[in-house]
């Protein structure tokens, strides 16, 4: 009996991918990775590593639907040899593609990755990424390459039939998960009538999140739980203070200019025109041709 997954999650940072996967999850004919981001098929291939992807798998052996959600995977502008390392792996596999209004995307982006430290090591790229959001957007991958939904899909569609791929809005998502997910259901050929509980599923919100330290995780490598939890209480905090107080680099917020929004908009506008044309919608979601000099608020 086959382990291995057939059903890949993708699509750019901050997308909703995490909450589609534990709708997901909660399926009984489908099992769903844990954990959700398993960065397998941007990374060198090895027999070692795949038997320890394959394990992850394992419990879901007799599911129908065996999935994980890593939206690297669809930054084929960046890791171009996923579609064909995933369909040669398997090849009937199903895929779903989670896109978002880019403007409000590179926000979120910003801030998750202000939170996760990705400016202050190299991660899965050759750079790490800017302090400024305005350079961010425009240098780091995971900003404007990976909004640029339809080469990313056009990519999958060399490996996986137009039956084979599925592209969701966050938008629409978000508004009707019930929906969604009963469509998603349709498409993996299980019962589409299972009602999902959204309470149960995680929300990778923006809003809370903080800027990672890297004198604090240092700390805490360093210095054992154990011996922390031994230090007096004033020490303790006295000793936190001091290493959050520590100078890290400054962060521009500064959003877009009007003229960067309008740079953004002529590399993006046919990128968004054939993800329109190719998920059948004719009117404009997410108002990205309607005013082509203004810089979109925050929503």
């Given at each position: 009996?086959?382990?291995?997954?057939?059903?890949?999650?993708?699509?750019?940072?901050?997308?909703?991918?995490?909450?589609?996967?534990?709708?997901?999850?909660?399926?009984?004919?489908?099992?769903?990775?844990?954990?959700?981001?398993?960065?397998?098929?941007?990374?060198?291939?090895?027999?070692?590593?795949?038997?320890?992807?394959?394990?992850?798998?394992?419990?879901?052996?007799?599911?129908?639907?065996?999935?994980?959600?890593?939206?690297?995977?669809?930054?084929?502008?960046?890791?171009?040899?996923?579609?064909e390392a995933i369909h040669r792996f398997a090849p009937q596999s199903k895929i779903i593609y989670m896109v978002r209004e880019p403007f409000e995307r590179?926000?979120?982006?910003?801030?998750?990755?202000?939170?996760?430290?990705?400016?202050?090591?190299?991660?899965?790229?050759?750079?790490?990424?800017?302090?400024?959001?305005?350079?961010?957007?425009?240098?780091?991958?995971?900003?404007?390459?990976?909004?640029?939904?339809?080469?990313?899909?056009?990519?999958?569609?060399?490996?996986?039939?137009?039956?084979?791929?599925?592209?969701?809005?966050f938008e629409e998502f978000v508004s009707n998960m019930e929906r969604t997910c009963a469509d998603v259901f349709e498409f993996l050929g299980v019962d589409?009538?299972?009602?999902?509980?959204?309470?149960?599923?995680?929300?990778?919100?923006?809003?809370?999140?903080?800027?990672?330290?890297?004198?604090?995780?240092?700390?805490?490598?360093?210095?054992?739980?154990?011996?922390?939890?031994?230090?007096?209480?004033?020490?303790?905090?006295?000793?936190?203070?001091?290493?959050?107080?520590?100078?890290?680099?400054?962060?521009?917020?500064?959003?877009?200019?009007?003229?960067?929004?309008?740079?953004?908009?002529?590399?993006?506008?046919?990128?968004v025109s054939a993800l329109y044309e190719y998920r059948g919608i004719d009117d404009d979601p997410w108002a990205f041709f309607a005013d082509g000099s203004?810089?979109?608020?925050?929503?």
């Amino acid at each position: 009996m086959s382990c291995k997954p057939n059903l890949f999650i993708i699509g750019a940072s901050k997308c909703g991918t995490t909450m589609l996967h534990d709708l997901l999850a909660q399926h009984p004919d489908i099992f769903m990775s844990s954990p959700k981001e398993l960065w397998h098929f941007n990374r060198m291939e090895s027999r070692e590593r795949e038997e320890a992807y394959l394990a992850l798998f394992r419990e879901g052996a007799g599911f129908a639907i065996r999935g994980e959600s890593t939206p690297i995977y669809s930054e084929t502008l960046a890791f171009p040899h996923v579609p064909e390392a995933i369909h040669r792996f398997a090849p009937q596999s199903k895929i779903i593609y989670m896109v978002r209004e880019p403007f409000e995307r590179f926000r979120s982006q910003w801030a998750q990755t202000l939170d996760n430290g990705h400016w202050a090591r190299h991660t899965h790229y050759d750079s790490i990424m800017p302090t400024t959001f305005q350079e961010a957007v425009f240098k780091h991958p995971p900003f404007l390459l990976s909004s640029m939904y339809w080469t990313n899909i056009q990519r999958f569609k060399e490996y996986f039939s137009d039956e084979s791929i599925k592209v969701i809005l966050f938008e629409e998502f978000v508004s009707n998960m019930e929906r969604t997910c009963a469509d998603v259901f349709e498409f993996l050929g299980v019962d589409p009538g299972f009602r999902v509980d959204q309470g149960m599923a995680r929300q990778n919100k923006s809003e809370g999140k903080s800027i990672y330290n890297p004198a604090v995780s240092w700390f805490r490598r360093a210095v054992p739980a154990g011996v922390r939890a031994r230090l007096p209480v004033g020490l303790r905090r006295r000793v936190r203070d001091g290493i959050v107080g520590m100078a890290g680099p400054t962060f521009d917020h500064s959003d877009l200019s009007k003229e960067q929004v309008t740079e953004i908009r002529r590399r993006l506008e046919p990128e968004v025109s054939a993800l329109y044309e190719y998920r059948g919608i004719d009117d404009d979601p997410w108002a990205f041709f309607a005013d082509g000099s203004s810089v979109p608020s925050a929503r």
